[in-house]
């Protein structure tokens, strides 16, 4: 069955970095686009950046554009965020999921928390 | 780029018929998706391309659409439904997705 797993979540300071990661298995995994998706304390879903099933296409949202990159290792069936320059507003759950039919996601990971330090 | 509003609670009682929406301006042809979350868990697709059912969802779970307005109905609605729903589409031109803000289904 799909599964989906992340990992990399956890405490950070501000302006510092952070890799989180989302290992995949039971679907090919290299014909696949892939998301990010994030959740803030309490709050609704936000759909943070998007790679191509090739990696070489990637889009994401304004507020993370030039600190967040989207990648993805199609030999080791993982996807990959790179986030930099952390700010406050950054923190949540953050999930990975799959591309689904006509733009949605049909599989979800059970998410990593980014949380900054008082 | 699309906003897609939805109220932000609703109450049924056990048995009857939920109906929660999710509007938006100019969707035009873009489907529109639904999601379950249930507290300290991961979304999960309950409806996609409008109206259809993923496998392993409830028959009860059904969505429809009407121009720029989309409908989730959930029949014989039990406690279990009980739950945070978020409507969701996909702006083919610049391949960003867009969320609702969620409604929360009270099971009373």
């Known amino acids: 069955q799909v599964q989906l797993v992340e990992s990399g979540g956890g405490v950070v300071q501000p302006w510092t970095s952070l890799r989180l990661s989302c290992a995949t298995s039971?679907?090919?995994?290299?014909?696949?686009?892939m998301h990010w998706v994030r959740q803030a304390p309490g709050k609704g879903l936000e759909w943070v950046a998007s790679?191509?099933?090739?990696?070489?296409?990637?889009t994401n949202i304004e507020s993370v554009r030039g600190r967040f990159t989207i990648s993805r290792d199609n030999s080791k069936n993982t996807l990959y965020l790179q986030m930099n320059s952390l700010r406050p507003d950054d923190t949540a759950v953050y999930f990975c999921?799959?591309?689904?039919?006509?733009?949605?996601?049909?599989?979800w990971g059970q998410g990593t928390l980014v949380t900054f330090s008082s | 780029s699309y906003v897609l509003t939805q109220p932000p609670s609703v109450s049924v009682a056990p048995g009857k018929t939920a109906r929660i929406t999710c509007g938006g301006d100019?969707?035009?042809?873009?489907?529109l998706h639904w999601y379950q979350q249930k507290p300290g868990q991961a979304p999960v697709q309950v409806i996609y391309?409008?109206?259809e059912r993923p496998s392993g969802i409830p028959e009860r779970f059904s969505g429809s659409r009407i121009g720029n307005t989309a409908t989730l109905t959930i029949s014989r609605v039990e406690a279990g439904d009980e739950a945070d729903y978020y409507c969701?589409?996909?702006?083919?031109?610049?391949?960003?997705?867009?969320f609702g803000g969620g409604t929360k289904l009270t099971v009373l």
């Open positions: 100019n969707l035009g042809g873009e489907s």
């Open positions: 969701q589409v996909c702006d083919s031109l610049i391949d960003h997705r867009f």
């Open positions: 391309y409008d109206n």
């Open positions: 790679v191509s099933f090739d990696g070489k296409t990637n």
């Open positions: 039971g679907f090919t995994f290299a014909l696949s686009p």
């Open positions: 999921a799959r591309d689904g039919e006509r733009g949605s996601f049909d599989y």
